[in-house]
């Protein structure tokens, strides 16, 4: 089904218990087995229950036959047993020394946010943007000396083109935001990027373009490139023409750093350190078109934008599956059924997906 006929009614947020259950589930393997009767006695102190009483009795209930997102949980404590498990749970992915690294890591959650376009304009309320799309270029802006900051936001499932102030075209992928002035004053023409967005930059030598991000600048006079910054993990920068200067904060865990990347050329930033590869850049302007197009990426990375962009739950059932690497293309006009009829006919990994959740066994 096209993501732009779903409607909120048509699937529901997991709530805190089933997404419990669910990271519960898949990394069963890699939490520590608790000392039940231990963490009771804990609970009963804080409760100022009789610690001395038994941990009340649980239910163990009967696993259903077909391979379902039930089951999953094995094993499921209700009542008090629940709570104590569950807040041993929630210390374990919330401390700092424990040797998984992020329960998100196996399990990527829908959200139940509308799935529309807004802009905002100097803090206020969102308003719903129905235009295909934005040309600020050709509208007429009074002058003034502090133009309005707008904000662009795309939810999970859309994507949207808009050409700012100086001319300078850009795509925003999905879930994304963009901070720009109504129109550019000063020596430099700067923008604020959460997310994706692919930009063609209109050329200007006496003012140059700067997209700031959380994790570095890139700063051009006029060239086409591709910013990824949804996360720490997988920033990027891939440069298809021109050429830019991408700047790294000092942090503690290194100096600050700077890079100038030729065409055909991907900066990305893992531990606070930069590296530049050489590479087709293909593949990653391809979302701008209208396609998924993966070449020799993670499992785990492909399943991540397609949750992104269908916004649907995704579940490693097997982790071991998620460093499986695949060449993968499909249009994002399709349905998420269909993407994963796709990936099945691979043949490499077995996806399934119940209308709720997308799992990989």
């Known amino acids: 089904m096209d993501m732009e006929t779903i409607q909120d009614n048509e699937w529901q947020q997991p709530t805190a218990q089933e997404l419990w259950e669910l990271k ?9 087995q608790p000392d039940m009767q231990k963490e ?22 009967q696993q259903p036959a077909g391979r379902n997102a039930a089951t999953k949980i094995i094993y499921f404590l209700s009542g008090v047993a629940a709570t104590v498990a569950a807040l041993m749970l929630f210390n374990f992915f ?9 329960a998100d ?11 529309e376009i807004t802009i905002t304009a100097d803090g206020g309320k969102p308003a719903v943007v129905n235009n295909p799309s934005i040309n600020l270029e050709t ?14 936001a795309t939810s999970r499932g859309k994507d949207y083109q808009i050409t700012l102030a100086d001319g300078t075209k850009v795509w925003m992928n999905a879930e994304s935001k963009l901070q720009f002035p109504e ?11 959460h997310g994706e967005a692919f930009f063609e930059v209109a050329k200007d030598a006496n003012h140059p373009f700067i997209v700031k991000t959380d994790y570095f600048n890139t700063t051009v006079l006029g ?11 997988g920033a990027n920068v891939v440069l298809v023409d021109g050429s830019v200067k991408v700047n790294l904060a000092a942090t503690a865990k290194g100096k600050a750093q700077e890079a100038t990347l030729h065409p055909g050329q991907q900066l990305s930033v893992a531990n606070s350190q930069m590296s530049i590869n050489d590479i087709d850049t293909y593949p990653y302007t391809q979302w701008r078109d209208g396609f998924f197009y993966f070449e020799n990426q993670t499992l785990f990375e492909i399943m991540q934008e397609l949750g992104r962009w269908y916004n649907v739950n995704i579940a490693f059932d097997d982790p071991g599956k998620m460093n499986v690497r695949l060449h993968f293309v499909c249009s994002r006009s ?11 006919a691979l043949g490499v990994v077995d996806v399934e997906y119940n209308g709720k959740v997308v799992t990989i066994y």
């Open 40 to 61: 009771w006695e804990k609970l009963s102190e804080r409760l100022n229950l009789d610690s001395a009483e038994e941990i009340p009795d649980t239910h163990t209930p």
């Open 139 to 152: 509208e007429k802006v009074t002058s003034s000396p502090q133009p309005k900051l707008l904000t662009l």
């Open 183 to 193: 129109t550019f004053k000063g020596k430099t023409r700067e923008v604020i990027l």
């Open 105 to 115: 890591e196996y399990f990527f959650a829908a959200n139940n946010e509308k799935q």
């Open 223 to 233: 060239t086409s490139f591709n910013v990824k910054a949804y996360s720490a993990k």
């Open 334 to 344: 399709q349905g998420i059924a269909d993407a994963v009829k796709n990936m099945n």
């Open 24 to 32: 519960s589930a898949l990394n069963r393997e890699h939490v520590p």
């Open 94 to 102: 919330n401390s700092e020394d424990h040797s998984l690294a992020a």
